[in-house]
């Protein structure tokens, strides 16, 4: 299922458009401004944004712009201007298409489909769970939207627990996973400093952790 967000700040049109999209299959969120949207891309996965050119708090170019600096991520540009200009300096800025209102849910449907299929089905650059999420390609991690930062060990730990979402994982299969990802010694003292060093840093109470979970005998899950 590809995940849509929605920047668009007439809620009538966001509230009818995530809807129409929902009954058709997707995930859809919304983001009213720019600001709203970033956040929201640190925080979760998208695979695709349906981006109006002209908000009342920003715009939508100036966005795309921002975005292009650290995602791929497919934009579909929404705009009530079909004017050469507009449509060119969209795809200039790396959108994927372009589309004018008010148009037809299902070609906007159709749109979406065809250019995920170019850009072969769902992106998974991000990883998303409680509030935190990992950017692979650009080695970052956010919390509520904010950067934290971590140890190249620290790092690659998370990442392996992100990866294995919902699965226990023995503290041998950690080890395994993380052995001189840092070009340090890693034995069993010091996966468990590094992962209350990570509790620490990700999760709202250390002392009681929501997101890596101790299963005990066995090992850890998030």
């Not at 692979?136 to 991690?141: G, L, Q």
């Not at 392996?160 to 001189?180: C, N, P, Y």
């Not at 070009?183 to 999760?203: A, S």
Request: glycine share 6%; aromatic share 10%; charged share 25%.
């Amino acid at each position: 299922m590809a995940n849509i967000l929605i920047v668009e700040d007439d809620k009538d049109i966001v509230t009818n458009l995530a809807a129409f999209l929902r009954s058709e299959g997707f995930s859809a969120d919304s983001a009213a401004e720019p600001g709203e949207a970033v956040r929201k891309m640190k925080e979760q996965q998208f695979d695709l944004l349906l981006l109006d050119v002209s908000l009342q708090n920003g715009n939508g170019f100036a966005l795309c712009r921002e975005i292009r600096e650290y995602s791929d991520v497919p934009i579909i540009f929404l705009t009530a201007s079909g004017d050469e200009f507009s449509v060119v300096t969209g795809f200039e800025l790396g959108a994927d298409d372009y589309i004018n209102k008010p148009f037809r849910p299902r070609e906007l449907v159709s749109r979406i489909n065809n250019v995920l299929r170019r850009r072969g089905g769902p992106q998974t650059q991000q990883i998303a769970y409680e509030g935190v999420c990992v950017d692979p390609v650009r080695a970052a991690v956010y919390k509520n939207g904010n950067e934290i930062f971590l140890s190249a060990l620290e790092y690659r730990l998370l990442l392996v627990f992100f990866q294995h979402k919902g699965a226990v994982l023995s503290r041998t299969k950690l080890l395994e996973e993380i052995w001189d990802a840092a070009g340090d010694f890693v034995n069993d003292n010091t996966l468990t400093v590094y992962i209350k060093r990570l509790r620490d840093k990700i999760e709202d109470d250390p002392q009681n952790p929501t997101i890596i979970k101790t299963v005990r005998g066995i090992g850890y899950k998030i």
